[in-house]
C-alpha cells in the first residue's frame, strides 16, 4: 500500500469514528460561545486538533470525552479575550418612545441564533427535545452571565451527563472543585434565566398563529401583527440596542422603523432557530428584488408570542440554509 493510500484509510478511518459527534460538539461550542459562526470556526479547530493528535490517544478516556475535552479547551481559549455575548434585552430596559432614533450598536458581540441541527427523524425523540431544550435563546443568553468555567461545568454535567470525575479530567481540575462551580453555576443561573420551561413543538393553535405571523407581515397589516402578542412580549432587533415590551410598543416600533411600506415589501420564509419557530425575512428592494433582510426568533406561550428576536445580519443566512434572493 502506497503512503497516499495509507494516508486516505487514516483519514476515512477518522472521518467514520469523530463523524457521529460533529452535532454534539457542534451544539457544545454553541452554547459556551453563543456564536453560530464561532462554533463552527471552533469545530473545525476541535476536528484538526483531533486528528493531529489521534495517535496520542491512548483510550484512557472514551473518544466521546477526549473529543470534548479537547473541544471545550479551544473555546475555554477563545473566551479568555471576549466578552459576554448580550441580547438587547440583557442590557438595559425598554424603550418607551419606539419612534426615536434607533441605537445602533455595531461593536457589541452580540449573542446569534443557531440553526437547528437536532438530527434526523430516526434520532430519539427525547434526544431530540432535550437538545432543543438546551439551546433555546433564553437559556443561551442567561449562561452568557456566568463565569466561563461555571459555563464549562454546568455544560458538561448538566447538558452533555458527563461525571464529576469525567469532568474533573476534561478540566484538568479535582472533582470538589467541579461540584462547588456546579453550586455556583446552579445558583446563578436560577437568578438570570426567565421561567421559560421547555420548547415544544408547537400545536395546532400555534401553527395557526405562526402563519397568522406571516400573513401579518406580509401584508403589512400591523393590527393583526400585534394582535398575536403577549401582553408583556418582548421585542428586540440586534445590533439595535433599542428595545420594547408589550402590543402597543411593538406596533409603535415596527409602524416607525420598519422599512417596509406597503403589502408585499416583506417576505417570510420558514426555519428554525434554537429549536424555535424562525423565519427569514426578506426585503422588496426598488428593483422587485426580494433579499435577505433579517432572522425572526420566536418564542411562544399558550397566549400568544412572548417574545421576538430579529436579528439584522445577513451572514446568518448561509448557516441556515437560506438564499440571499429570494427565488433564485
Same mark, same amino acid.
Given at each position: 500500500?502506497?503512503?497516499?493510500?495509507? /494516508?486516505?484509510?487514516?483519514?476515512?478511518?477518522?472521518?467514520?469514528?469523530? %463523524?457521529?459527534?460533529?452535532?454534539?460538539?457542534?451544539?457544545?461550542?454553541? $452554547?459556551?460561545?453563543?456564536?453560530?459562526?464561532?462554533?463552527?470556526?471552533? *469545530?473545525?479547530?476541535?476536528?484538526?486538533? @483531533?486528528?493531529?493528535?489521534?495517535?496520542?490517544?491512548?483510550? $484512557?478516556?472514551?473518544?466521546?470525552?477526549?473529543?470534548?475535552?479537547?473541544?471545550?479547551?479551544?473555546?475555554?481559549?477563545?473566551?479568555?479575550?471576549?466578552?459576554?455575548?448580550?441580547?438587547?434585552? %440583557?442590557?438595559?430596559?425598554?424603550?418607551?418612545?419606539?419612534?426615536?432614533?434607533? *441605537?445602533?450598536?455595531?461593536? +457589541?458581540?452580540?449573542?446569534?441564533?443557531?440553526? &437547528?441541527?437536532?438530527?434526523?427523524?430516526? &434520532?430519539?425523540?427525547?434526544?431530540?427535545?432535550?437538545?432543543?431544550?438546551?439551546?433555546?435563546?433564553?437559556? #443561551?443568553?442567561?449562561?452568557?452571565?456566568?463565569? *466561563?468555567?461555571?459555563?464549562?461545568?454546568?455544560?458538561?454535567?448538566?447538558?452533555?451527563?458527563?461525571?464529576?470525575?469525567? +469532568?474533573?479530567? #476534561?478540566?484538568?481540575?479535582?472533582?470538589?472543585?467541579?461540584?462547588?462551580?456546579?453550586? /455556583?453555576?446552579?445558583?446563578?443561573?436560577?437568578?438570570?434565566?426567565?421561567?421559560?420551561?421547555?420548547?415544544?413543538?408547537?400545536? @395546532?393553535?400555534? /401553527?395557526?398563529?405562526?402563519?397568522?405571523?406571516?400573513?401579518?407581515?406580509?401584508?403589512?397589516? #400591523?393590527?393583526?401583527?400585534?394582535?398575536?402578542?403577549?401582553?408583556?412580549?418582548?421585542?428586540?432587533?440586534?445590533?439595535?440596542?433599542?428595545?420594547?415590551?408589550?402590543?402597543?410598543?411593538?406596533?409603535?416600533?415596527?409602524?416607525?422603523?420598519?422599512?417596509?411600506?406597503?403589502?408585499?415589501?416583506?417576505?417570510?420564509?420558514?426555519?428554525?432557530?434554537?429549536?424555535?419557530?424562525?423565519?427569514?425575512?426578506?426585503?422588496?428592494?426598488?428593483?422587485?428584488?426580494?433579499?435577505?433582510?433579517?432572522?425572526?426568533?420566536?418564542?411562544?406561550?399558550?397566549?400568544?408570542?412572548?417574545?421576538?428576536?430579529?436579528?439584522?445580519?445577513?451572514?446568518?443566512?448561509?448557516?441556515?440554509?437560506?438564499?440571499?434572493?429570494?427565488?433564485?
Amino acid at each position: 500500500m502506497t503512503i497516499v493510500a495509507e /494516508r486516505t484509510v487514516v483519514d476515512q478511518d477518522f472521518a467514520r469514528l469523530i %463523524g457521529p459527534y460533529r452535532r454534539e460538539l457542534y451544539a457544545h461550542c454553541y $452554547r459556551m460561545l453563543g456564536s453560530a459562526h464561532d462554533a463552527e470556526d471552533l *469545530v473545525q479547530e476541535t476536528y484538526l486538533r @483531533a486528528w493531529k493528535g489521534l495517535d496520542r490517544f491512548e483510550g $484512557r478516556s472514551s473518544l466521546r470525552t477526549w473529543l470534548h475535552r479537547i473541544a471545550t479547551t479551544a473555546c475555554l481559549t477563545a473566551l479568555e479575550k471576549r466578552g459576554r455575548r448580550p441580547l438587547p434585552t %440583557g442590557l438595559g430596559g425598554p424603550t418607551d418612545h419606539p419612534e426615536g432614533d434607533l *441605537v445602533d450598536s455595531p461593536e +457589541v458581540p452580540w449573542l446569534e441564533p443557531m440553526p &437547528d441541527r437536532s438530527g434526523s427523524a430516526a &434520532d430519539d425523540p427525547g434526544t431530540v427535545v432535550a437538545t432543543r431544550e438546551s439551546v433555546r435563546l433564553a437559556l #443561551i443568553a442567561a449562561l452568557q452571565y456566568l463565569p *466561563v468555567k461555571q459555563r464549562a461545568v454546568l455544560l458538561l454535567r448538566e447538558v452533555l451527563r458527563f461525571s464529576a470525575a469525567e +469532568v474533573a479530567g #476534561i478540566l484538568d481540575t479535582t472533582v470538589p472543585a467541579v461540584n462547588s462551580l456546579l453550586q /455556583r453555576a446552579r445558583a446563578r443561573l436560577d437568578e438570570v434565566l426567565p421561567e421559560e420551561e421547555s420548547v415544544p413543538e408547537p400545536s @395546532a393553535e400555534q /401553527r395557526e398563529l405562526l402563519d397568522g405571523y406571516v400573513t401579518a407581515f406580509e401584508n403589512y397589516d #400591523i393590527a393583526a401583527l400585534t394582535a398575536l402578542f403577549t401582553a408583556e412580549a418582548a421585542f428586540e432587533m440586534p445590533p439595535f440596542a433599542t428595545w420594547v415590551r408589550g402590543p402597543e410598543h411593538i406596533a409603535r416600533l415596527v409602524a416607525a422603523q420598519c422599512p417596509a411600506q406597503r403589502p408585499g415589501d416583506l417576505a417570510l420564509v420558514p426555519t428554525v432557530a434554537n429549536g424555535q419557530p424562525a423565519f427569514g425575512m426578506y426585503l422588496r428592494d426598488e428593483h422587485g428584488v426580494h433579499r435577505a433582510f433579517g432572522i425572526h426568533v420566536l418564542t411562544l406561550s399558550e397566549d400568544g408570542i412572548a417574545h421576538c428576536s430579529v436579528f439584522f445580519d445577513t451572514g446568518l443566512f448561509p448557516l441556515f440554509g437560506l438564499d440571499p434572493v429570494l427565488g433564485r
